[in-house]
């Protein structure tokens, strides 16, 4: 068997993630018929069937879905292949740190007049983008707090917190020391589920946060929603409408620095070195993070 191109991928993914051959010949910008011939040369090529073919729609087969999984790793890594290399020919050369603000615990100021390798340029985006932004070669590295998809990707644990939940200050919990997760039946998180869940729901492939953090923080003070925040970043938005409150039976968060496995950068490498210090420094002489409003 003849090695796969990227060509017969692409099409192929777009064919699975449409679920239909006339829409993905449109994403794709080409006809329908050679994109079907495509197909079938590669189920040809590979000696088994990827779809399930009918009148009204396309379905995977188990063939397919492994596939489809295993595909779109190898277009990222692709991808990531030559964005890096792009950027390692660049005459200005710079780390890429992906993170989303506010979400760094106060080390990212220290972390960055420590490093001595190399300018680092701050890749800002949404809660899930960091480990995408990894993937596609547009961050060498990054902050972010577990838990995250692992896969691909290699990290270390810089610091470990309580994660509390935010609520009105008005709210009747407001008035307890500590709150269990079932007395939060009724309340919905962010994303419209239920607070008493603990945020342990599955987040749909390509999910985003509606709200950016302002919102979040509006929407909790007038009792629209609940909020699980790290104790880091609690202490850094004191509200005298909100009231931060212990949880039992929630896991911690723990903000990390990760990096994709593949990578053999000396700077990512010192980078890593650098945070660990820092968080280490910053651990041994932290106070406690006040939760009453």
Not at 149 to 169: H, K
Not at 209 to 214: G, K, M, N, R, Y
Not at 284 to 293: G, H, N
Request: hydrophobic residues 45%.
């Amino acid at each position: 068997m003849s090695d796969l191109e990227t060509r017969q991928l692409r099409y192929f993914v777009a064919v699975a993630e449409e679920r239909h051959f006339g829409r993905a010949a449109e994403r794709l910008g080409i006809a329908q018929p050679p994109l079907s011939r495509a197909i079938r040369d590669l189920e040809r090529q590979l000696g088994v069937q990827l779809l399930i073919r009918t009148t009204r729609q396309v379905a995977l087969t188990p063939a397919g879905e492994t596939l489809l999984a295993d595909a779109r790793i190898a277009l990222d890594a692709v991808a990531a292949a030559a964005t890096r290399a792009r950027r390692a020919g660049s005459p200005e050369r710079k780390l890429r740190l992906a993170l989303k603000a506010d979400y760094d615990a106060g080390l990212l100021p220290k972390i960055l007049d420590a490093y001595p390798v190399m300018p680092v340029e701050l890749l800002l985006g949404g809660r899930d983008e960091q480990v995408p932004a990894l993937h596609d070669g547009r961050a060498d590295v990054a902050m972010l707090p577990t838990p995250f998809d692992e896969r691909g990707l290699d990290y270390e644990p810089l610091l470990t917190g309580p994660r509390l939940v935010a609520l009105a200050a008005n709210d009747p919990l407001a008035a307890r020391t500590t709150i269990r997760l079932k007395d939060l039946a009724g309340r919905k998180l962010p994303d419209g589920t239920a607070a008493e869940l603990g945020g342990t729901e599955p987040r749909p492939p390509g999910h985003r946060a509606s709200f950016d953090l302002s919102q979040i923080f509006n929407l909790v003070e007038v009792g629209s929603i609940v909020w699980f925040l790290p104790d880091f970043l609690a202490g850094r938005f004191p509200r005298p409408n909100i009231a931060y409150r212990p949880v039992e039976g929630i896991e911690p968060t723990t903000l990390a620095v990760a990096w994709p496995s593949e990578s053999r950068s000396p700077a990512v490498a010192a980078f890593v070195r650098t945070a660990k210090a820092v968080a280490e420094a910053a651990t041994s002489v932290a106070e406690p993070t006040p939760i009453a409003t």
